[in-house]
């Protein structure tokens, strides 16, 4: 994986480097939405003055060393991120192939014959040659495609940056899903002891006159539904530990030991600038596919136009003669029954689509940081009321089972307490994952950590 990563970079670096001198800015200009509907106000952020990437900062706000440990080897180790690095790979080797037809070519050429003739004998000639072959881009055809090629090469980086975001994203709420089963199952475990307790002291009660049957059937029925309880949760916790250690690349084992869930990160600074259409790299790969559309529906317009090509050769023939000559070539279609046309429309084709793309990759990109903001709230709302009902429900089942110690009520008043009392204990790890896990999903939403919008590594003249 070492020798991935530092190939990315040079490529990502050639890309921006070569991006600079290609205008891939999308024509016309691209608008996301329709022009009756605007965009809020927060998603516009000032100009960033220093070109900066930050990956992945956002995991330091959770003071999680072990997430922090699990992302990187995910970030290392999975089979899906080293495809996505391939197609980098074979996007900058198709951009070389382009470049490389703007340059002359050099090229050793021989050849033998030899004949028989009954008069003569045989008879050969033979002859080496350099030859200097060169097509001149005098329609820019030919830079049309590499501006083509570069545009779909940032792409790839861009669309590759974003599959490390996921990736990262995807491990991290797995291992906080992970570390909510282990707390839940514990809890379950607790209460099954709770229930085997109670089983215990009932069954002496009828024992000895001082209890009822009701409510030993009763105590029976509640352990088995812990116990029931106990092993699904340990069937979920199993379930979603082996999907993690697949994930980071490992045997699924069950291995991977989880640990409590952490305190949700500080609240989220109010009125911070979200420049989405700069931040998030799917955003800005969407957009470098539309001007790679373009230039190609430019490229293939121009197949109509002559293609000239120039060469030489210069070589020494078996007589030990030299020779030399000046070739030129001129090609140009005149019939083609349609095939040139079909290629400029399926191009237009691609080019429409591509700019649906990126306006339903930007939609969605909205979509998905309204969706975390607004949930964001509302869960820091559900958590406090569900830890008062939490609580609120112990303290009444405490009671209730003093009283019933005493003589006071039936065993059946300390049972339905009691179940709302796990019920809302569950509910709470629940939402206290949910809430990690969406702030998460925020992260991802905006394409950065909210604490730093950094600019990213894109020419001017593409964004």
Request: glycine fraction near 4%; aromatic fraction near 6%.
């Amino acid at each position: 994986m070492k020798k991935t990563t530092l190939t990315l970079c040079g490529l990502s670096l050639m890309a921006v480097i070569n991006g600079c001198s290609t205008d891939t800015k999308p024509r016309p200009v691209l608008h996301p939405l329709p022009a009756n509907h605007t965009v809020p106000d927060r998603y516009a952020s000032a100009k960033c003055t220093n070109v900066q990437q930050t990956k992945h900062a956002w995991l330091r706000s959770f003071h999680d060393k072990t997430l922090e440990h699990i992302v990187y080897e995910t970030l290392r180790h999975n089979p899906d991120l080293h495809i996505a690095a391939e197609r980098v790979a074979q996007s900058e080797a198709i951009l070389r192939l382009g470049l490389s037809e703007s340059i002359p070519k050099l090229n050793l050429q021989g050849n033998y014959t030899q004949r028989s003739w009954e008069a003569q004998g045989k008879h050969g000639r033979g002859n080496i040659v350099l030859a200097l072959n060169w097509e001149p881009d005098i329609w820019g055809k030919i830079s049309d495609a590499n501006a083509r090629d570069k545009a779909a090469l940032v792409s790839n980086v861009f669309y590759y940056e974003w599959a490390r975001q996921s990736l990262a994203a995807t491990a991290a709420k797995l291992w906080y899903t992970v570390s909510a089963d282990k707390m839940t199952y514990r809890f379950a475990s607790d209460i099954v002891a709770l229930q085997k307790e109670a089983q215990r002291i009932l069954r002496k009660r009828a024992e000895i006159g001082s209890g009822n049957e009701r409510d030993v059937h009763m105590i029976n029925a509640m352990l088995a539904e812990a116990r029931d309880l106990k092993i699904s949760l340990l069937s979920r916790k199993e379930r979603d530990t082996r999907a993690l250690e697949t994930l980071m690349g490992r045997y699924p084992a069950n291995k991977l030991k989880a640990r409590n869930l952490p305190a949700v990160p500080k609240a989220i600074p109010h009125g911070v600038p979200l420049d989405l259409l700069n931040n998030r790299p799917d955003v800005i790969a969407a957009q470098l596919e539309v001007a790679a559309a373009f230039h190609n529906r430019d490229a293939v317009s121009k197949l109509r136009l002559p293609s000239i090509t120039l060469g030489a050769q210069a070589g020494v023939d078996v007589l030990q003669d030299t020779m030399a000559k000046l070739i030129g070539g001129l090609f140009m279609p005149i019939f083609d029954a349609g095939a040139i046309q079909a290629k400029i429309d399926a191009a237009t084709a691609e080019q429409r689509a591509a700019i649906a793309r990126y306006q339903k990759t930007v939609l969605e990109a909205y979509k998905e940081v309204e969706n975390a903001l607004a949930l964001e709230r509302q869960l820091a709302a559900r958590y406090r009321y569900i830890s008062a009902m939490v609580r609120e429900y112990k303290q009444a089942y405490e009671m209730t089972k003093a009283n019933y110690d005493i003589g006071q009520g039936s065993y059946i008043d300390v049972l339905t307490v009691q179940s709302k009392w796990i019920d809302a204990r569950i509910r709470q790890l629940d939402i206290h994952k949910q809430r990690l896990v969406n702030r998460i999903n925020l992260h991802l939403a905006l394409g950065e950590s909210f604490e730093r919008i950094a600019c990213r590594v894109i020419p001017e003249k593409a964004r």
